[in-house]
C-alpha cells in the first residue's frame, strides 16, 4: 500500500502542537531540546543492559537554531514515517530527535509509539529517565562510532546533512561530498603557494 497517497502532513507548528501534549499526558519535560546525529554519544558500558550507555552533547556540535525546521522539511518530501523520538530528559527539558525511515512503518503501541497515521507520524516519548549530557571532550572522542546494534536513533538526520540543505538546497551524493572535500583541500594548498 502507498501511504504517501494517503498521508497529509501538518506543518511542524501542528505536529510539535501534538508533540507537546503527548508528553504532558505522560508527565514528561514539555521543554524540548533537539539533537541530531553528531550530538549522540554511544559509550560502552557493561553494567548496562546491552553494554550501551547512550548520553548527548551539544558543546562540541552546536545545533543551529533553524536545524528542526529543515530537518522536519527535508524528511517530509519522503513517503517514510516521521517520528518524534524522545530520548529522555535533562535540565528540565525533554531531549529529542527527528527520526525519518520505513523502519518505524511496523512499530506500535505495545512497542511505546503512539500512532497518527493520517500523519504518516508516530510519536515515542520513552520512559521517565534522566539522560546524560557529555562535557568531557576525551569522552566524546572516545566514543563509539561503528560496531554497535541498530538503534532508532541510527534513522535522525545529520547536522552535515542540515549544512548541506542551506548550502545546496539538497542533500549531497557522496560522490559530491567527497569534490567539495577535495576542492576545499585544493584552496588550502593553493592559498598557502602564494
Known amino acids: 500500500m502507498n501511504q504517501a497517497a494517503s498521508v497529509s502532513r501538518p506543518n511542524l507548528t501542528a505536529a510539535l502542537a501534538a508533540w507537546h501534549q503527548l508528553l504532558a499526558v505522560k508527565g514528561h519535560a514539555t521543554e524540548l531540546l533537539w539533537i541530531f546525529e553528531e550530538n549522540l554519544c554511544f559509550e560502552k558500558r557493561p553494567d548496562l543492559p546491552g553494554g550501551l550507555h547512550i548520553g548527548f552533547q551539544t558543546r562540541f556540535a552546536p545545533v543551529p537554531a533553524?536545524?528542526?525546521?529543515?530537518?522536519?522539511?527535508h524528511f517530509c518530501e519522503s513517503?517514510?514515517?516521521?517520528?518524534?523520538?524522545?530520548l529522555g530528559e535533562s535540565k528540565g527539558r525533554s531531549v529529542c530527535v527527528l527520526l525519518g525511515d520505513s523502519w518505524f512503518d511496523e512499530k506500535q503501541e505495545s512497542d511505546g509509539f503512539a500512532r497518527r497515521n493520517e500523519w504518516g507520524i508516530s510519536f515515542y516519548p520513552g520512559q521517565k529517565l534522566e539522560i546524560e549530557e557529555v562535557t568531557d571532550m576525551r569522552r566524546w572522542?572516545?566514543?563509539i562510532r561503528r560496531e554497535r546494534p541498530l538503534h532508532d536513533v541510527d534513522f535522525c538526520m545529520t547536522l552535515a546533512a542540515v549544512d548541506e540543505i542551506q548550502i545546496h538546497g539538497r542533500v549531497l551524493s557522496?560522490?559530491?561530498r567527497y569534490s567539495e572535500t577535495m576542492l576545499g583541500q585544493l584552496r588550502r594548498i593553493f592559498s598557502h603557494a602564494n
Request: proline share 0%; net charge negative.
Open 141 to 143: 572522542i572516545r566514543r
Open 66 to 73: 533553524d536545524a528542526l525546521d529543515i530537518a522536519y522539511e
Open 79 to 86: 513517503e517514510a514515517r516521521l517520528v518524534f523520538y524522545r
Open 174 to 176: 557522496a560522490g559530491e
